[in-house]
């Protein structure tokens, strides 16, 4: 079954190829650069408007645009913004590199070289962006920017089908959470690949609640986004081990969620197969090499020299006591860092009321909501699934990246990365809790949702 593209897609798509086509007969390929760039905002800019229904909403989008526009002219030519880092520089050292090889072209499309030579997935697409258009660091700024047009669609398309909602006031609000969080808007418009990795994931969310609301039967597209996702970084192997968790657990046809002991083996099976295969490679290179605690312990000093002051959060492990020990203590910090007793200056201040704080809150309240979901008798199928999937997902990446990284600025930039699901998951519980269940569940397959 083939998949239906709306027309900005496709008009973007054509842009970004009849740009490329001409990247090789100008010269100046930075003015080509941001003519393409200046097409592609416009036509998702115009998509996101087109959603909302109310004069207010239009007006309050197109006020954060400008904001957003202004932001990304700010990090572009005057100077970095707060908690923007200078990761940047690696990207571009690393692209450079790539690009400086002999066979470079074939090295960089080639997944199979991503354990043998520098460079991760958000590297390579800044190799190709200079390799069309000439090096230049403002480049990837821009992408953010349209990164972050295109997660604010998914979301709000994701929302609406959650909600059940044919007017734009529950999708419109989810959308604008995302739109104006103050660290979101700081890496929507900075040299990182946390936006970039935003968009991927909110894509596969919403291929995963089309499927899951029976607006889609084909599943395939959801696995193909997690493994792109996890290629651009090996934390989010655990994105596609719950996709996979809940598509074999998942039967549709009884309406049931079928954990059995048969089920179970399946899916140990199928993540023996992944893990055996030259997959693997590609999409867990950051840990593949990880097979003792020694060489936890090593990974984790390699991370702990990143961290400045008292944003390092514990010694490195030496016995299987201590991870067991450190494990739950890990998960703690990397979910809410930095902490009261971290804060060493404003910035660690800012960083702890912007989003460790917010972090709690919003924990605490989605706790609360699942405890009442519990009680609620006429739950469907289609939440039920949304949000074991959820839990699951939070889980394994929460699992992965608590010991994968090792200061409270890593950790904030990684679990942005999740936001939109996050929004995803408090939407559906708020809405139970709100409007509660019909009894007789719904037929979600004639309604008129906008395809992709």
């Known amino acids: 079954m ?26 100046y390929g930075s003015i080509l650069f941001y003519i393409t760039i200046f097409i592609i905002a416009g036509f998702l800019i115009y998509r996101n408007f087109d959603l909302s229904a109310t004069y207010k909403e239009k007006e309050l989008y197109f006020f954060m645009v400008i904001m957003h526009i202004a932001l990304l002219l700010c990090q572009a030519y005057l100077h970095n913004l707060p908690m923007s880092g200078a990761d940047w520089t690696v990207y571009v050292n690393n692209a450079r590199n790539l690009l400086a090889r002999e066979n470079a072209v074939r090295d960089i499309i080639n997944p199979l070289t991503f354990g043998e030579i520098i460079g991760d997935m958000y590297e390579r697409l800044c190799a190709i962006v200079y390799y069309f258009y000439g090096y230049n660091q403002k480049y990837m700024y821009y992408i953010s920017f349209l990164a972050a047009e295109c997660t604010f669609y998914n979301i709000f398309k994701s ?55 029976n607006i889609s039967n084909v599943f395939y597209p959801v696995i193909i986004c997690s493994i ?30 079928d954990a059995s002991f048969v089920k179970i083996m399946i899916l140990l099976g199928v993540i023996l197969i992944i893990y055996i295969s030259p997959l693997w490679n590609v999409i867990a290179r950051r840990f593949s090499d990880v097979d003792s605690l020694s060489d936890l312990g090593n990974r984790v000093n390699t991370t702990s020299k990143y961290a400045v002051g008292t944003t390092d959060y514990i010694s490195a492990p030496s016995s299987s006591f201590d991870v067991i020990i450190q494990t739950p203590i890990r998960i703690i910090y990397y979910l809410a860092s930095p902490l009261p ?54 889980g394994c990446t929460t699992l992965i990246f608590s010991w994968g990284t090792n200061n409270y600025g890593t950790a904030m930039r990684h679990r942005t990365s999740l936001y939109p699901l996050e929004i995803m998951l408090y939407i559906t519980i708020w809405n139970m809790e709100k409007k509660g269940e019909s009894k007789n569940e719904q037929s979600f397959g004639e309604c008129n949702y906008s395809d992709l």
């Open 228 to 257: 792109i996702l996890s290629v651009f970084h090996s934390g989010f192997v655990g994105v596609l081990m719950g996709y996979i968790a809940i598509y074999i657990f998942l039967n549709k046809k009884s309406k049931t969620i």
């Open 159 to 213: 929302a609406e089908i959650v909600s059940q909602e044919h007017n734009t006031k529950i999708p419109f609000f989810s959308a604008l959470v995302f739109y104006i969080t103050p660290l979101e808007m700081v890496y929507s418009v900075d040299f990182l690949r946390e936006m970039v990795i935003q968009a991927i994931f909110s894509l596969s969310m919403l291929f995963l609640i089309r499927y899951l609301y």
């Open 2 to 27: 083939c998949i239906k593209i709306n027309k900005i897609t496709v008009l973007c798509i054509c842009t970004i190829s009849i740009s490329l086509l001409l990247s090789n007969f100008i010269i």
């Open 341 to 394: 007793w971290q804060v060493s200056s404003l910035g660690t201040f800012i960083a702890m009321m912007l989003d460790g704080t917010v972090r709690w809150i919003l924990c605490c309240r989605i706790i609360n909501l699942l405890i009442s979901a519990k009680t609620n008798k006429h739950i469907n199928l289609q939440n039920k699934s949304l949000i074991y999937a959820a839990l699951i997902i939070i």
